[in-house]
């Protein structure tokens, strides 16, 4: 099944029964390893020593559902904060389900909860308008045109004076070499032919970021012998360049370097950045946003362009196929293989680039040099229309 999207997540899971929530939030949790029983509205999930009561809670104007009183782990649909249990948002759940399973569980577990309903194209993606066929009919139009120049077609009611008026003569055919086309630049470092400067191109996605505010998923997987050891996966919400909130979640046992993901979960505000370290007072390092830094691109654009430097150098990239966005917006998909970094055989990529350079989504997969199967990936959503708030965690330490 197509990759289910969190927005249609978001949707179909709150249009469910609090009973069809609870048996979705059951097999996940059994999927990762958990034992799973029911006692009324809550789950109880048990793994070796360690229990969770999971809960469902709604704190709206329409409808108001409060978790028990025992509940630590808190499925919100909305609302307050309940800072006695750990929370998760409906988009935290979906990550868990998406990204914390292997890709085969994670597409049966939505099947059979959702079906078609996830699977089904999501209306604000981009249609797929493929222009292949048009370049080919372009091609042919043109390979006929420079057959008729040389005389190898003969134009409809005309003989070649050469042929005379014999009908058994044979004119000498003359092939015309095809042209290369020369490529077409798209954005500074990427062109028709593919990405030509990775660092260029990293450079114009941070550009293109600018000050807007998105979601932005990195996840980082490993797996052995087909099988899933580990993954992380880190939520960045961005509302400007210096204020964001970024979550972590981590499952299994990891190997390889470099990863991806922040090692900590953050938030910014503007003014101060906050990580949360167990070390440290109260949980918490707070530190001063250089002033010299407030104006520029942001932490996670920077980050961003150091990923697309690093995992689009490939030695060998083309575009394999090209889009249009439902607002306009010229979409290409390119394809990659080869690169020394991070010391990986088997090295593919694969994104979405728009024309302004910003590189819409991204996947690596790689194999290291001791046998770990490792796949990188990061996608952008809800571009313009996110905003944070700071956790509660946070909160406490201002």
Do not use: C
């Not at 807007?212 to 996966?233: D, F, L, N, P």
């Not at 299994?252 to 906050?274: H, I, K, M, N, V």
């Not at 306009?328 to 293989?337: A, H, K, P």
């Not at 088997?346 to 024309?355: G, K, L, N």
Request: no cysteine.
């Amino acid at each position: 099944m197509d990759r289910p999207r969190r927005e249609r997540f978001d949707s179909a899971f709150r249009s469910r029964s609090l009973r069809e929530q609870q048996q979705f939030l059951a097999d996940l949790w059994a999927a990762r390893g958990w034992d799973v029983s029911t006692e009324g509205r809550t789950l109880v999930a048990v793994r070796g020593g360690e229990t969770k009561r999971i809960a469902i809670a709604k704190d709206s104007f329409l409808q108001t559902r409060a978790p028990p009183a025992d509940a630590t782990v808190i499925v919100a649909l909305g609302g307050r904060d309940w800072p006695d249990a750990t929370v998760y948002s409906v988009g935290d759940v979906f990550d868990m389900a998406r990204y914390g399973l292997p890709e085969a569980q994670s597409d049966r577990l939505f099947s059979a909860h959702f079906g078609a309903v996830l699977s089904a194209p999501v209306a604000s993606r981009p249609r797929r308008r493929w222009v292949r066929p048009l370049l080919v009919l372009v091609v042919l139009l043109l390979v006929a045109a420079a057959a008729v120049a040389t005389g190898t077609i003969p134009l409809s009611g005309v003989q070649s004076a050469t042929q005379g008026a014999s009908p058994t003569a044979t004119a000498t055919s003359t092939q015309t070499p095809t042209a290369t086309p020369v490529p077409r630049s798209i954005a500074p470092g990427f062109s028709t032919a593919g990405v030509e400067n990775a660092t260029l191109l990293a450079e114009a996605h941070r550009e293109a970021l600018g000050n807007r505010s998105y979601q932005w998923t990195i996840g980082y997987r490993e797996s052995v012998a087909g099988s899933q050891t580990g993954s992380e996966v880190e939520t960045v919400a961005v509302e400007a360049p210096n204020r964001y909130l970024s979550s972590v979640q981590r499952s299994g046992t990891l190997r390889a370097f470099p990863r991806p993901t922040a090692s900590e979960d953050s938030f910014a505000d503007g003014s101060f950045r906050y990580a949360r370290r167990p070390a440290e007072p109260d949980g918490v390092a707070v530190r001063v946003i250089d002033p010299e830094s407030v104006d520029g691109p942001g932490r996670q654009a920077v980050r961003a362009e150091s990923y697309i430097d690093w995992y689009l150098s490939t030695e060998n990239s083309r575009v394999v196929n090209s889009t249009t966005d439902d607002d306009g917006t010229q979409l290409y998909e390119v394809v990659g293989s080869g690169n020394e970094f991070p010391r990986s055989v088997t090295y593919t990529a694969s994104a979405v680039i728009e024309e302004s350079g910003l590189v819409r989504s991204m996947e690596v997969t790689y194999e290291t040099r001791d046998g770990v199967r490792v796949t990188v990936w990061f996608e952008y959503d809800a571009m313009d229309e996110t905003t944070v708030e700071p956790p509660l965690w946070a909160v406490n330490a201002r």
